[in-house]
């Protein structure tokens, strides 16, 4: 059998599993290993079952046993691993597509819902049974006929232009390339992202955190947006500059913001909890019983197609 290191905890189905094809060094306490930890128990493995929240950085990559020759990432996104690195040492890199999207989708739609109705205010109030319904309390922005521009339109944010028809939303988006018409379904395509901003009186961001996206959303580019937009993050907390969007955020050239990454999570910039036009959620894009096994079951596929069936696993990204 070969020998899986997993890092961190996996839910009881795809624990079942994955010992019953691998001989398995399983993390139940779900102890957050550091590099040298992970470097000793790898040691002897075949492969090893990574999260977001186990970083392979060059140095690790390096520094890892000769027998390691894959590294199965449970997510959707790969920042956490250097994958020139694995390249280079010969270890393939998979994630786990597809089956998050609707999930992931689904929190991005809470995020521009949360900001824009101000569900944060509105949650203090309740709590403090200290309100009063009138006219004009508590006034949001209604997603209603108003144009959503989708930063990132893979798979997740494709989910979002769906969901966002239901609104009658105007869908604009930037993506490297152009996609099909039969993929955009009537969605406007701006190669500038510039024209992208300026269409966005509300944007959900759903690109992939890199060297590219990092920084997108900086103190040039708010000033693109039409004043009042509504903001939401459901990919990598490194695509805003946070300073920036603080700013733009207390001047209300950005009426509200909902995220679900931060970057450095699980920190966040304490000028944040400041604002009360901030809607936040700890990671939660695929927090669901059954994204969670399907993600921990597309980790397995990739490992047992490559280490029990010579095949290349599905989800290779480097
Ligand atoms: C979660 O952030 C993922 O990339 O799957």
């Known amino acids: 059998m070969k020998k899986i290191l997993v890092t961190r905890k996996l839910l009881e189905e795809n624990n079942k599993r994955i010992t019953s094809i691998f001989d398995v060094k399983l993390n139940t306490s779900d102890t957050l290993y550091n590099p040298e930890e992970i470097l000793k128990l790898s040691e002897g493995c075949d492969g ?22 894959i590294i199965s990432n449970y997510a959707v996104g790969y920042g956490n691993i250097d994958v020139v690195a694995a390249k280079e040492r010969g270890i393939v890199v998979t994630n786990t597509p597809e089956v998050l999207t609707d999930a992931t989708a689904d929190i991005s739609i809470l995020l521009l819902l949360g900001a824009s109705r101000r569900a944060y205010e509105g949650r203090k109030d309740a709590e403090k049974e200290k309100w009063l319904w009138s006219t004009d309390y508590l006034i949001g922005k209604q997603m209603t006929g108003k144009k959503l521009g989708i930063l990132g339109m893979g798979r997740i944010g494709r989910a979002v232009a769906k969901r966002a028809r239901a609104f009658d939303m105007e869908i604009h988006y930037h993506n490297r390339n152009q996609l099909d018409s039969s993929l955009e379904e009537g969605a406007i395509y701006h190669k500038d992202i510039k024209e992208l ?8 961001i759903n690109c992939p955190g890199s060297k590219d996206t990092e920084n997108l959303i900086n103190e ?30 207390q001047s209300g050239k950005i009426f509200a913001l909902g995220l679900d990454v931060y970057r450095g999570e699980p920190k966040i910039n304490k000028k944040y909890l400041e604002l009360n036009n901030l809607f936040l959620l700890p990671h939660l894009g695929s927090a669901t019983t059954r994204t969670r096994i399907a993600m921990g079951d597309r980790a397995i596929d990739n490992l047992e197609a490559f280490l029990n069936k010579n095949q290349n696993p599905k989800d290779q990204v480097n």
Do not use: C, W
């Open 220 to 249: 040039e580019t708010i000033q693109y947006f039409p004043d009042g937009a509504v903001i939401a993050n459901a990919a990598r907390g490194e695509v805003i500059d946070d300073e920036a969007m603080i700013k733009a955020m």
């Open 197 to 204: 901003f300026k269409n966005s009186e509300f944007l959900s």
């Open 48 to 69: 090893i079952l990574s999260f977001t929240t186990t970083p392979f950085n060059r140095d690790m990559i390096m520094k890892l046993p000769e027998s390691i020759k």
